[in-house]
């Protein structure tokens, strides 16, 4: 029996093991919930370049409904704060060694840190140093403080994938590989979020103001936040006997501290508690008292007025104010480079300061900010998963480099 080229070609190619191409493996690390909605949107788009992938490292709940392989918890990342990470340091580096000896062994195509810079940066010089590529994704703030942490990412990692405008200029400016994606969260939300839809959804009454409280993810945030939020809440309500509260709560878990707190500091408000539905009830309210953090961009992509509060612990907050370097905290101010919402922070978290923001907002036409949201949410709607993914096969494609 005599073959012809073609058809021993195409035998070998079916049955030879060495000629099949193994399913490409990238890891990944997040800290935090919107951490794990990137990764979520990332993953999603690679899948469609690579089908078969596999997806490995710490990620959450919207991660592993895809697919990926858990190390270990997020939750074990979710801490902010200097004096805070100080406090969980053996676990963080006992954690972080635990990846680099996992994926020393088992090498991955790509390691992808997603934010959680003080952990992933430190872990990305590591694998990088036994020539595994790796890609930072959303910017560290070096433009605010640290700057110097350029110096240790460049080394660290082969691209930075940026979400805001003006980090790539920074990154230009010190020879860093860098590329603007976009935000997924300006994709994901449309331009008009409908608040009666919204409060339809929710079961909410459709005519009466709607106040959204909204302390953060993190228990720190909770525990710190919550007795000036329900304070203001409380007189909020005496003055407006209408006026409606919800609660947005991440999980179960932040459910119950925020159930505990509110019988602790407010036992006779009203407050809806609604978990894992964030966007619709900042669509739903007629403004929200927030704290700081990805949350208040989502909140200028849905178009609603907020006050914007932190509080850090004292040793934090020393330091920050000695090492940080802007006029502004938050997202919707940076990026429109003026005050478009007002921020309290530390000793101004308090009714006297809250109140009459909040009133402002709740009660006086808000047309003119919703245009400066609208230019924000323009500038940033790139397709930004799908151009994340595209650098990330970039590299995958590339041969690595020798980083020895």
Known sequence: MTFSAESENKNSSSTNPKLVTPAPVFAI???EHSGDTLGAGLMQALQIHQPNAKFIGIGGAKMEQ????SLFSMEELAV???VEVLGRLR???YVRKSLVEHFSKNKPDVFIGIDAPDFNIGLELRLKAQ???TIHYVSPSVWAWREKRIFKIAKATDMVLSLLPFEKAFYDK???PCTFVGHPLADDIPMVSDKRQARIELNLPVTQKILALMPGSRGGELSRLLEPFFQSAEQLQKEDENLLFIAPMVSEKRAAQFSELKNEYAPDINIK????KTQTVMAASDCLLTASGTVTLEAALIKRPMVICYKFNMLTHFLAKWLVKLKWFSLPNLLADKTLVPELLQEEVCPEQIIPLVKERLYHDQSQLNDSFTNIHQQLKCNASKQ??????DLFNTQPSNTK
Do not use: N, S, T
């Not at 895809?66 to 392989?69: A, D, H, N, Q, V």
């Not at 508690?273 to 894992?276: L, M, S, T």
């Not at 994340?388 to 096969?393: G, N, P």
């Open 29 to 31: 690390v997040v800290g």
């Open 66 to 69: 895809l697919g990926f392989e």
């Open 80 to 82: 902010m704060g200097i």
């Open 91 to 93: 676990r963080l580096l």
């Open 131 to 133: 020539d595994i590529k």
């Open 174 to 176: 010190h020879q860093v």
């Open 273 to 276: 508690i609604i978990i894992d």
């Open 388 to 393: 994340a993914a595209k650098a990330v096969i």
